[in-house]
T-cell receptor, first 114, second 114 residues
Framework: EAGVAQSPRYKIIEKRQSVAFWCNPISGHATLYWYQQILGQGPKLLIQ????????DSQLPKDRFSAERLKGVDSTLKIQPAKLEDSAVYLC????????????FGEGSRLTVL | KQEVTQIPAALSVPEGENLVLNCSFTDSAIYNLQWFRQDPGKGLTSLLL?????REQTSGRLNASLDKSSGRSTLYIAASQPGDSATYLCAVRFLIQGAQKLVFGQGTRLTINP
């Protein structure tokens, strides 16, 4: 069974530039999550989708971050414009059951903002 | 506010020892708790998922326990090996006013010395 796929693995940009990350969850998983993990900290939820609807985006900085999950499968997370403090690993996870199932994570996308 | 705490932040033990990692949480109204392993530069790998109705789960050399009344979970690793070196994170799914919220601890960085 294929795992959660993410790309790109690494990205370096200047501040005020834009960047996009892509995630393809495990086949059949209805719930998709984007997390931000700053070095030395636990992951922080940015947004949670159930199929193509948003369940929780309370911690998403909506002035610069956006995410979509068209057709309820893969998802894109965009940052525009990027700030220095956005340097982090962006992790995508999926689960089969809404809210209760085991989470499976991708390898992450490491963003460095200069 | 629902919080998850993992102490210590780092732990170093010689190979072969049995060890316990701790996770504490502030609210006993939880749905489940999941332990993850994270290798440097990698995503999170699920180790064990304990539902709120369960007291423990076992997988190979790993055993996780859950005590909701005291707000604690432990991850027991038997006969530790250098390959067990990684950061271990626990994540608690809290029940908050009919909704569910997954909160991660900061992790314990484990080093097994040959």
């Amino acid at each position: 069974e294929a795992g959660v796929a993410q790309s790109p693995r690494y990205k370096i940009i200047e501040k005020r530039q834009s960047v996009a990350f892509w995630c393809n969850p495990i086949s059949g998983h209805a719930t998709l999550y984007w997390y931000q993990q700053i070095l030395g900290q636990g992951p922080k939820l940015l947004i949670q989708f159930q199929n193509n609807g948003v369940v929780d985006d309370s911690q998403l900085p909506k002035d610069r971050f956006s995410a979509e999950r068209l057709k309820g499968v893969d998802s894109t997370l965009k940052i525009q414009p990027a700030k220095l403090e956005d340097s982090a690993v962006y992790l995508c996870a999926s689960s089969w059951m809404v809210n209760t199932g085991e989470l499976f994570f991708g390898e992450g996308s490491r963003l460095t903002v200069l | 506010k629902q919080e998850v705490t993992q102490i210590p932040a780092a732990l170093s033990v010689p190979e072969g020892e049995n060890l316990v990692l701790n996770c504490s949480f502030t609210d006993s109204a939880i749905y489940n708790l999941q332990w993850f392993r994270q290798d440097p530069g990698k995503g999170l790998t699920s180790l064990l998922l304990i539902q709120s109705s369960q007291r423990e789960q076992t997988s190979g050399r790993l055993n996780a326990s859950l005590d909701k009344s005291s707000g604690r979970s432990t991850l027991y690793i038997a006969a530790s090996q250098p390959g067990d070196s990684a950061t271990y994170l626990c994540a608690v799914r809290f029940l908050i006013q009919g909704a569910q919220k997954l909160v991660f601890g900061q992790g314990t960085r484990l080093t097994i010395n040959p």
